[in-house]
């Protein structure tokens, strides 16, 4: 009898401790199973951004392409704007130029600075090159907004007053 009271007993602990491993592995499982739910959820929902991203650069490879020629997509300062300008002066005799305050376009996050270049030339051919180059050239957009030929004397038979509207991109700005 108490051989079969102990055997009862053995087995009644064993029982009740299968059944606490048990709970307590199923529980750890759904544990498990909700987290995999939500990230499978979360990494969908990033895919499906990714999709979107990727039909939006397919479907704007063209101006992307442009952009980035343009050098949009890195930010440029005053420096090596002028840079460019005096690099680009080709056979001026004389270039002078001034930026003026930019401003900000928090919407579309890009900046808009108004450039006023004098320069002076043999002929007015030079300051045309000079143009197209800068036009070609620049880093982000320039948009020519005033352009004024005068006859100078010499050196500079001709004097011309550019002004260009530089778009480029916003955000931080180094200058050094």
């Known amino acids: 009898m108490k051989r079969e009271l102990f055997l009862v007993f053995g087995l009644s602990c064993g029982l009740i401790i299968c059944l606490w491993v048990a709970i307590d592995f199923k529980n750890t499982q759904e544990t498990y199973f909700t987290q995999s739910a939500t990230e499978k959820n979360t990494l969908q929902r990033h895919l499906k951004i990714l999709e979107d991203d990727l039909t939006f650069l397919k479907i704007h490879q063209k101006e992307l392409d442009f952009l980035a020629e343009k050098g949009w997509f890195i930010s440029k300062s005053r420096l090596i704007a002028g840079e460019v300008l005096e690099k680009r002066r080709g056979s001026l005799n004389d270039v002078r130029y001034t930026f003026e305050p930019e401003t900000l376009r928090e ?40 352009f004024i030929l005068e006859k100078g004397v010499h050196p500079n038979f001709v004097v011309g007053k550019l002004v260009f509207e530089w778009v480029s991109m916003g955000g931080k700005n180094d200058e050094s």
């Open 107 to 146: 919407a579309n996050n890009f900046k808009v600075t108004k450039i006023v270049v004098e320069v002076g030339a043999l002929l007015d051919t030079d300051i045309y090159e000079f143009v197209e180059s800068l036009l070609e050239g620049f880093p982000g957009i320039l948009r020519p907004n005033e």
